[in-house]
């Protein structure tokens, strides 16, 4: 079932469904369903009038060019990653990079700190590069001696 949300109160258990033509329907506890009412649509606004509402909204100030210029780029992971042909399991495995934590930056759950977000730079910038880097300093051919034998 695509689009599945339960509600649950003291006497009934309601679900709504998304059918295969968009429509949203409530599953009654017999089974039945009941079409929900389609919303009406949104006021229309002026152009002037959007911009008003936008310039009023102290939460979310307009992007300006000065504010603009004092925003700093961040590699976008998911970005990185997809263009590399790469699984999430294949990007943390290569780089070093923990499952979990990549996950929850691409979910946005988390950002990297400073020193990492150095990192992904690097990897933006030359990512075989860094792959190299990473299995020659795994690999005990790649010019390394020990010491003590």
Do not use: C
Not at 95 to 113: A, C, N
């Amino acid at each position: 079932m695509n689009g599945d949300f339960t509600t649950m109160n003291e006497e009934t258990i309601i679900a709504r469904r998304r059918k295969s033509d968009g429509k949203l329907v409530r599953v009654l506890p017999d089974g039945r369903e009941e079409l929900f009412p389609e919303p009406p649509p949104l006021p229309q606004r002026r152009d002037d009038e959007i911009l008003a509402a936008a310039l009023s909204d102290p939460d979310n100030p307009l992007l300006t060019p000065e504010r603009l210029l004092l925003m700093k780029r961040v590699p976008q992971v998911k970005v990185m990653r997809r263009a590399l042909g790469l699984t999430q399991e294949e990007f943390g495995a290569r780089y070093h990079i923990p499952l979990g934590t990549l996950r929850d930056w691409e979910q946005g759950k988390s950002v990297p700190d400073r020193p990492t977000q150095a990192y992904l730079k690097v990897i933006a910038h030359d990512p075989e590069a860094v792959r190299r880097a990473l299995q020659a300093r795994l690999e005990p051919s790649a010019g390394f001696v020990e010491r003590g034998s």
